[in-house]
């Protein structure tokens, strides 16, 4: 581990660097929700039939849980920097032939893609940037990376919204390939971005990590102090498999089931507010729907700015495990009372939203805290995967659950999944606030406290390069 790293003075490299990181999580939140906009010029240019708007819906999530576990396993084998570029240029060439494409399966292709490359860039970046940060910022840079993603979804609309407003609603191509803009955007932010360190190391380079730390924290720092556990060395080629031996087990279960238990109400949620507020008496209408849903879409990101600041004063664990207890209470209450008003089903709905701040903030910092570098970018993809099953699980079954068995039981049943997810936290949650990120594995087998800070030695400003 890199107690030089992990003790070094936060700076603008840093600040750049999480703004480079961003760029994964709020093309995930455009990308997604472009697409909602999309559809309602684009169902009747190409007389789509329901299944066939499912399927460019569905499209993008299963790209997602494809994408997340190989290019996890790819990133961890070849490095951060070459797949943190990769992966845009990816997503630039599919967003500029969506405008060209007519056929819903050609459609179906590209937004399946587009997933796996959103979805690659997620232990990508998360895992470089991790690898990078101080220990006292971590946890509040990394759970930063999902505001960046409500951040995407609310300028989709807003994108979406112009497009119809000035150009009509077979402007949908236009809105397709709209993502081309922010891809080359953070392809230029991005220019720049060094190698992780620790991967480096990790990877027989230790004289460049050396060189690296350098260049851009202005510190010296021993080679021998940035070289991984040998015997995490002599398993990294283990990859997927290593997740599933001791003590990475019940970690690769938890990162992944309280994901799932998460994402599964929430994606439902966001994806079908306006329908689960019309079963509660909401009038319709495009406004009101537009307003109850965005109101509810506002507070999901409000609530994460609290957490931020929870994770590192009151630790991670306390957090989710209090988040995901306070979250069942409001699902259950309309779950007992599927006759409320309208006026407190939106307030039950808006707390459930402000509470998920909690585990939203923990999503990328938990995985990329508990393991090592040799199978960071892995965790965090596998972690990725399982959750869109929850998410498109969810997103599929709320509709046809509100159809068929009411109102009441939905609401219970995404209270009890929940409640799983308080459990799984319960159970397996760590506290890893203020740990050495190479750190977390090793204390869990032998309960060894916080590495002790070290001072840095600073590199004269004529060194630095």
């Known amino acids: 581990m890199s107690q030089t790293i992990d003790n070094a003075p936060y700076t603008a490299f840093h600040r750049r660097l999480a703004l480079a990181c961003s760029g994964g999580p709020l093309l995930d939140g455009y990308i997604l929700s472009i697409v909602g906009v999309a559809l309602i010029g684009m169902r009747p240019d190409l007389g789509l039939s329901t299944a066939q708007v499912s399927l460019i819906g569905a499209a993008a999530l299963v790209g997602m849980f494809v994408g997340g576990a190989l290019f996890g ?93 000035l150009a009509g609603p077979g402007s949908w191509r236009w809105m397709l390939a709209s993502s081309t803009v922010l891809c080359v955007v953070f392809l230029v932010i991005r220019r720049g971005s060094p190698e992780s360190p620790r991967w480096l190391a990790a990877n027989g380079r230790v004289g460049d990590a050396v060189r690296v730390v350098e260049k851009h924290l202005g510190v010296r720092v021993d080679g021998r102090e940035l070289m991984p556990d ?104 309309l779950g007992v009372w599927p006759s409320a008003p309208a006026a407190v089903a939106l307030t039950a709905l808006c707390a459930y939203a402000f509470l998920c701040g909690g585990p939203n903030v923990l999503d990328w910092t938990y995985p990329n805290e508990l393991f090592p570098t040799e199978i960071r970018a892995t965790a965090v993809g596998v972690a990725t995967s399982v959750s869109r099953i929850g998410a498109a699980v969810g997103t599929y079954l709320l509709p046809l659950s509100l159809t068929g068995l009411g109102t009441g039981p939905t609401m219970l049943i995404a209270a009890g999944t929940t409640a799983l997810g308080l459990l799984v936290c319960v159970l397996w949650a760590e506290e890893t606030r203020g740990t050495a990120l190479g750190a977390a594995p090793a204390a869990a087998r032998t309960g060894a406290a916080k590495a002790p800070a070290v001072p840095a030695q600073r590199v004269p400003q004529t060194a630095r390069g």
């Open 230 to 333: 040998p015997a995490e060395r002599a398993r990294r080629s283990s990859g997927l498999r290593l997740l599933m031996t001791p003590p990475y087990r019940r970690r690769t279960l938890f990162c992944g089931l309280f994901f799932l238990c998460q994402v599964g109400p929430l994606f439902a949620m966001l994806t079908f507010g306006p329908q689960i507020l019309s079963s509660f008496g909401m009038p319709g209408g495009t406004v009101m729907e537009t307003l109850g849903t965005g109101l509810i879409s506002l507070v999901f990101l409000l609530g994460c700015y609290p957490a931020l600041r929870l994770i590192d004063t009151r630790g991670r664990r306390p957090v989710i495990v209090w988040s995901f207890a306070l979250m069942t209470v409001p699902l259950a209450l």
């Open 73 to 165: 396993v790819l990133t961890d084998k070849i490095g951060r920097e070459v797949m943190y570029t990769a992966d845009l240029l990816v997503m630039v060439a599919c967003s500029v032939l969506s405008f060209w494409v007519d056929d819903v399966w050609a459609i179906a292709v590209l937004r399946f893609v587009l997933g796996m490359a959103v979805a690659a860039d997620y232990p990508i970046a998360t895992s470089l940037l991790a690898e990078w940060l101080p220990a006292k910022h971590r946890g509040r840079l990394l759970g930063q990376q999902i505001v960046a993603w409500y951040a995407g979804s609310v300028l989709a609309y807003v994108v979406g919204y112009l497009f119809l407003e």
